[in-house]
DNA sequence: AGTAAAAATGAACATCATTTAATAAAACAT
DNA sequence: ATGTTTTATTAAATGATGTTCATTTTTACT
């Protein structure tokens, strides 16, 4: 096969991937470059342009693989947790400490937009919806959720997750920055369960109380 | 003054900016360059740095300005409603239809880290404070949420619309994305407040009703 | 008019992603 | 074993980027 015969094309794609998730992870996304990945590997830049298409692809290569290791993250979060609402915030304590843990790879999944006419996101929503399910399947088995919101709530809940990550994870090397986040997500998750909870027959005792107000359709 | 005389040097700053923006306007963040931005104006690209430290501090200036029309689109949003609750509900409408209007100029906050030893996010903490404070100043107002969450509760709603932007909004080039994105902030809204509403006396309720366990502090 | 300061330029440098012609090694055929 | 084709690999070339700097041009002042 190859020159040196020493490595399969498949072999090189991985290597080449590993090398460019440890610059990532090492020194930022600003940090790669076909260069420096090709002689981590101890090959030209060439060479990778004979395994990717372009640079793009590996970078989604690379994103598929976290989103990989993120969905098995969230399992194994799952794994001590019974009732739903438990599992729901496990769900949001396992997003959380990933992206905490790989800041620079979790960015890099929703901040790199390819050029190319490739449907950008599109790519990951079979990734995406296998993250989504997890959740919908938690909201399904809560009674008080009604089953025509689960779709909605699921987009909601995640989103809040995702805001909660943007906005603290990743700006200073913080080890408290993931307990502030942590603590953020258990208190948006608790007080929206507890309303979607509440909600559907709540809005009369709302008003009793004087202030609530109906959230316009 | 200049060579031809014509514009002092805070007007060059001030065209640099405004071509610079309507270049991320129209062909997003990776079209901008600092030898497109200088003939976008009638100079050279020499002349971009003797009014910019670096292309970092241009894309700073641009976010700041961001900022202030985003909080000036906030406080027009505010001015047809009353009660709290429709002013949060006010703030999240208005928080999306920016991010949907100028979907570029809004990512570049979040996703331009300087590389430079310059304290990367800091430099907006002012602007977002005051953006944070709008905010606070409703749930203030609300009875239902406690003086002593004030702070946290307002980090909560402010990351539950980041991340409903960031999911929903520059994905596709849609019209429907940003009635979208208006319907799960609504949607995060309302649940949220009508968690926040109950939170303090429900434990209790909650566990009759037999699936809602308390957030694990 | 002559000089110093300021403003503006354009060329140079280093780096980047990407392409391509040339080369080396292996696999296969005869 | 030898010649041919296929494949893997390289090194150089291309064009664009951010940034710097010596040089030129214009203005302001003496």
Request: include cysteine; aromatic fraction near 8%.
């Amino acid at each position: 096969m190859g020159r040196r015969g020493e490595h399969s094309k498949s072999e090189i794609e991985c290597m080449a991937l590993e090398a460019a998730e440890a610059i990532i992870e090492g020194e930022g996304f600003d940090a790669l470059s076909a260069r420096k990945v090709a002689s981590a590997i101890g090959y030209t830049v060439g060479s990778l342009y004979f395994v990717f298409r372009n640079l793009d692809e590996l970078i989604q290569r690379i994103n598929g693989r976290t989103l990989d290791q993120l969905y098995a993250g969230l399992i194994e979060a799952l794994s001590d947790c019974r009732h739903p609402q438990q599992c729901i915030y496990a769900l949001g304590g396992g997003y959380l400490a990933f992206a905490a843990r790989h800041p620079h790879r979790w960015r890099m999944i929703f901040e790199q937009q390819p050029r190319d006419d490739n449907l950008s996101i599109e790519i990951y929503q079979e990734k995406m919806d296998r993250l989504y399910e997890l959740m919908e399947i938690q909201l399904k088995a809560l009674a008080a959720c009604p089953e025509e919101e689960v779709f909605i709530a699921t987009r909601a809940l995640w989103s809040g997750l995702q805001g909660v990550a943007s906005m603290t994870i990743g700006r200073k090397p913080d080890r408290e920055e993931e307990q502030w986040a942590q603590k953020l997500s258990r208190h948006l998750i608790g007080h929206y369960l507890a309303g979607l909870g509440t909600t559907q027959f709540n809005s009369r005792v709302n008003q009793s109380v004087g202030r609530l107000i109906d959230c316009p359709k």
